[in-house]
C-alpha cells in the first residue's frame, strides 16, 4: 500500500512540473496516461450484502466503502459522473438493485450523494451488540505492539459507537493487553 500511495505522489508531483512548464493538456494528459498504465490497479470487489459472519452490515459496508475510496484515489478519477458509475458498477448487481429502490438518489453526477443514501440503507443494520462484543474479545497478539494493539482498538471502537472511546479503549488495554506492569 505504501508503494501505490508513492507511486500516486511521484505521478501527480510529474503532472504539476508539466503544468508548470505550461504544457500543453494533450502532454499531460498523455503523461497520464502513460503514467497510470505502469500502475496495474485491480478493480475493488463487489460488495456482498448476503449476511457472513464476522462483521455486520454496516462495517463490512464501510470497510468496502473506504477500500473504494482508495481505489478512486490510486486512479485518479476526480469526475464525479464517472466516480458514480463506478460506484454502482464495482458494487456489484446486489447493490445496484437495492440503490434503484431508494428515492431521492440525485442525478447522475451526485457521486457524495449516492455513497450518502447506500451508507444510510447499511446503516440501520449495523448489529451494535455484536460489534461491542467484537471489541471486548479483543487481545493483543503475539508479537503486536502496544501502539498497533492501540490502533486496532480505536479502529473498532469506532464501529461500536462508545460514549466515552477512550475509557473504553484503556479498559481494554488493561484487560486484553499483555503487560501486567500496565495492569497495576
Given at each position: ?61 464501510a470497510l468496502w466503502l473506504r477500500e473504494f475510496n482508495t ?114
Amino acid at each position: 500500500m505504501q508503494y501505490l500511495l508513492s507511486r500516486i505522489q511521484h505521478w501527480r508531483r510529474g503532472e504539476r512540473v508539466l503544468r508548470s512548464l505550461r504544457c500543453s493538456d494533450l502532454l499531460v494528459s498523455e503523461f497520464r496516461a502513460t503514467s497510470m498504465a505502469s500502475i496495474n490497479l485491480q478493480p475493488v470487489p463487489p460488495f456482498v450484502v448476503d449476511a457472513e459472519l464476522g462483521l455486520s452490515l454496516a462495517s463490512r459496508w464501510a470497510l468496502w466503502l473506504r477500500e473504494f475510496n482508495t481505489f478512486l484515489l490510486a486512479s485518479g478519477i476526480t469526475d464525479k459522473k464517472r466516480q458514480r458509475a463506478l460506484l454502482l458498477y464495482q458494487a456489484g448487481p446486489q447493490v445496484r438493485e437495492i440503490f434503484a429502490q431508494l428515492t431521492d438518489v440525485g442525478g447522475d453526477s451526485d457521486f457524495e450523494l449516492a455513497k450518502e443514501k447506500l451508507t444510510q440503507y447499511f446503516e440501520p443494520q449495523k448489529n451494535r451488540r455484536y460489534e461491542v462484543y467484537r471489541f471486548r474479545e479483543l487481545k493483543q497478539g503475539e508479537k503486536e505492539s502496544l501502539d498497533q494493539f492501540h490502533t486496532r482498538l480505536r479502529n473498532m471502537a469506532k464501529v461500536c459507537d462508545f460514549h466515552d472511546a477512550d475509557f473504553e479503549i484503556e479498559e481494554q488495554i488493561i484487560i486484553g493487553g499483555r503487560s501486567s506492569r500496565i495492569r497495576k
